[in-house]
């Protein structure tokens, strides 16, 4: 039979439920008693919120939204929309202030600036990445908006790429910050929202967005997480939504910025990659020529050796026997990886 798009079919309730009853366990198994889980509007977040809500019930999960200077007014309004859907407690929390005074924003526009020394007040910007199709290097360009909406594209040396990532990566960790205060004060477990694209190819902050105590959809395609959306009725301005990074002041779809295709057929070219399939299966399943897929395989696993260190624990010189007994292990003295500890309370 030929490869399709539909392997990566499920049942809605039976995933819906299965998850919820690992949520029940693990919040038992931390000692936790309800959840917490920061909500952009994205279908991750919401999809985890309402799976949360399954598992709980509405009154013992509290929803956060954390805007920022670069957020998109429309994430504050999805996030609000799906707190009323679910009848849960809702939020605002501003990190705009917070991250202005660490600096984030000026340390941000100074490396823009070591690129376009005319930017300033009123420009806009953001990063990408050439189409995989393409078959070029993975290599990011910046773009900025003048205030007359004409855009200037240019490759980003490699300083001035990680120092604007740097400055990115304190909204998150800014954002983790906050939930788990909420956290600590109500004596619940923050729930992480990666699906198996984000958690596989490591697009993730460090300590950011990867940091959390529960993560319910990691093993989920981003398809089986729209599935699961729409199933379980999710409003259809959520369900509807284009993924974005929402952390740019030019609107950014997460494939300009890492994918580097549509997250239909990447999903399909991870899918073929973790079951061995041969690239020209996957070709015409998604319908594109056979060297689409090769470079995506490619990518997949620089993608995979690049991230690695995002997937780990701090190393120890020394194991700590007293506190490590009866958590999962690896190799002698390996990192753990990000996560070991959530998978020995059961999770899925």
Known sequence: MALSPRVLDLDVVATADAIAAQLRAQVQALKRRGFVVGVSGGIDSSVCATLAVRALGPKNVFLITMPEADSSGRSEQLGRQLAAHLGAEVVKEDLEPSLRALGCYTRRDAAVKRVFPEYGPGW?????????????????????????????????????????????????????????????????????????????????VKYGDSAADVKPIAHLYKTQVYALAHGLGLPHDICSSTPTTDTYSLSQGQDEFYWRLPYPKMDMCLYGKNHGLAAADVAAAIEVPVAVVENAYRDIEQKRRTTRYLQLYPVLAERVDEIEHGLPTGEAGAPLPMGATVRHHRAL
Do not use: W
């Open 124 to 204: 806009k910007m953001k990063i990408v990445l050439p189409d995989v199709a393409e078959g070029q290097l993975s290599f990011y360009s910046l773009v900025v908006e003048t205030p007359s909406g004409e855009r200037k594209q240019q490759r980003l040396p490699v300083h001035e790429y990680l120092e604007i990532v740097a400055c990115t990566n304190m909204k998150q960790r800014s954002r983790t910050l906050m939930e788990y205060f909420h956290a600590d004060r109500l004596n619940y477990a923050v729930v992480g929202t990666p699906n198996r694209l984000e958690y596989d190819q490591g697009f993730f």
